[in-house]
């Protein structure tokens, strides 16, 4: 008799690299096309303009890393210390620790004699993995990686950016501000909804969300924009 397998993959798999590449790639979309043009809208012609975008994709992606390599770092410290105390407790208290483990699965619906049995069987195969996933919450799915993380996040930064950049140089300079804000438009429901549909959500809202705080982005930077280039004019 044969035995049938199958392979999942769950949403929850995706959920380290899917955060940090959408943030990573809508923040560069957004901020280098609201830059350009608010620069644009200030007067100032395409050097400027590319250089102020290019200036924007260096700063904004080193900015990504270096703010999710940090922030992720913290949460690997966090687990990290969870995890010594209680490798600590399991070597002082391992009775206690039994006794908690077998409560966490009596909570969960299994009878006591079959908790117990349970927890007695898990811990003598893996003690500090089972409590770190079952009391503590976690696990190699999704463990924080910093590393990754940071990397994803500048990569994707960069990407994003390119799009506003490519659009500000092949266009004439009167139309920079309205091309690039119509392909960051588009572009921007694109990614939402490539970001919605990989992480299991709906689409059109998705695409919906991502578009609307990115068109008012820019109508904010290119009303500053606006002002100060006739002030300064």
Known sequence: MSRLSHSEIHMVHRIGWLRAAVLGANDGLVSTAS????????GSGKPEVLIA??????????????????????????????????????????????EELTQIYVERGLDRDLAEKVAVQLTERDALGSHAR???????TVTARPIQA??????????????PLIVALVVPDARIVFLVAVSTILGLAVLGGLGASAGGAGVIRGAARVTLWGALAMAATAGVGALFGVAVG
């Open 134 to 140: 079952d009391e503590l919450g976690i696990s190699e």
């Open 150 to 163: 940071a990397l994803v996040s500048a990569l994707t930064f960069a990407v994003g950016a390119v799009l």
């Open 35 to 42: 830059l350009v043009v608010g620069v644009a809208a200030a």
């Open 53 to 98: 975008g290019l200036a924007g994709l260096v700063a904004g992606a080193m900015s990504m890393a270096a703010g999710e390599y940090v922030s992720v770092s913290s949460q690997t410290d966090a687990e990290n210390a969870d995890l010594a105390r209680e490798t600590l407790e399991l070597a002082e208290t391992p009775e206690a620790e039994l």
